[in-house]
């Protein structure tokens, strides 16, 4: 590999990392299991042994992380809210310490998403684009004229948290009717339990986007009541932004026109806009590997992706 960045993919559940070149291409992929005990230094040392794995011998040009948030950015303190034994944890700085003299650069995870679909997924060849993620939560990032949006914390690109029904579900932010509050897995789990699906199960959003694929009635509504909740949310988006292309991925992306259908009907009932109604909407084409993708390019595309140390 000509250029070798070492990208690491912080999450509640696993943690990833590979190598990858200044094409976009990942190397050495491998991944682990989030340790989920109180012990904030083995679940760093559980990092630092996969990060030992997959960089090896390999003369690595920098270090680009993605991590769930909240943090304080760009310093890389990380409280990620599905890690609970990492509250302030210095991230970036145990990082910097352990690869001396190397651009060492971290953001939200969902950001890294967003600029890995921007780079060479989805969004490629757009200047506009809204990365999303709807998984266990909705996150997403925002690239406009070409570059990354940090706003003045870090957070902008915070599409989880717009409101689409001000009367809705409560939201784990403390808000109500929040997007992330409708549309994320377990909030619509728990809303096609209530309406008799699976009742007294222990089940999750992959069952239930299987039920949808599989033409459970109640499930198909929950993704029906999910799509419509994503195309409010990115019809203000587009209002606000004038966006080029929206890319989704996540679990729930994965169930197609069961998602995408209500999307577009509640995204072009609400766009009337003409420069807003130009917006698409597409699958992310990334996969899993688009966290890596975008935290390397923090690393080989500062120029796009990269304010936190100017």
Not at 103 to 126: F, K, Q, T, Y
Not at 234 to 250: F, K
Not at 285 to 303: C, I, K, N, S
Request: proline share 5%; aromatic share 4%; charged share 20%.
């Amino acid at each position: 590999m000509d250029v070798c960045v070492l990208a690491v993919d912080v999450g509640g559940t696993k943690m990833a990392a590979g190598l990858v070149d200044g094409a976009g291409r990942v190397a050495g992929f491998a991944r682990v299991a989030t340790p989920s005990g109180p012990d904030a230094e083995a679940l760093w040392r559980a990092l630092a042994g996969l990060l030992d794995e997959v960089a090896g011998d390999a003369e690595i040009t920098g270090v680009g992380v993605g991590c769930g948030g909240p943090m304080v950015w760009p310093a890389g303190e990380v409280s990620p809210l599905n890690i609970p034994s990492w509250r302030g944890f210095p991230l970036r700085a145990r990082l910097a310490g352990r690869y001396p003299g190397l651009p060492v650069r971290l953001h939200n995870d969902a950001i890294c998403v967003a600029v890995g679909e921007h780079w060479r997924g989805a969004g490629r060849g757009h200047r506009n684009v809204l990365g999303m993620v709807v998984s266990t939560g909705v996150g997403g990032g925002l690239i406009l004229d070409d570059r990354l949006i940090d706003g003045g914390t870090g957070n902008a690109g915070h599409i989880g948290h717009v409101v689409v029904d001000p009367d809705g579900p409560p939201c784990v932010c403390g808000g109500r009717g929040c997007l992330e509050a409708v549309a994320r897995g377990p909030g619509l789990v728990a809303w096609a339990q209530d309406q008799g699906w699976r009742t007294g199960e222990s089940v999750t959003g992959v069952d239930l986007a299987a039920d949808a694929v599989a033409d459970d009635p109640v499930a198909r509504a929950a993704m029906d009541r999910a799509g419509r909740a994503l195309g409010v949310a990115i019809a203000s988006a587009a209002h606000l932004c004038d966006l080029d292309v929206v890319t989704i991925g996540g679990g729930l992306a994965q169930t197609g026109a069961l998602l995408f259908d209500p999307l577009e009907q509640a995204l072009r009932a609400h766009a009337r806009m003409a420069f807003a109604d130009r917006v698409r909407v597409v699958p992310a084409a990334l996969g899993q590997q688009a966290g890596l993708v975008g935290a390397a390019a923090l690393v080989l595309h500062p120029a796009h992706y990269w304010r936190g140390d100017g």
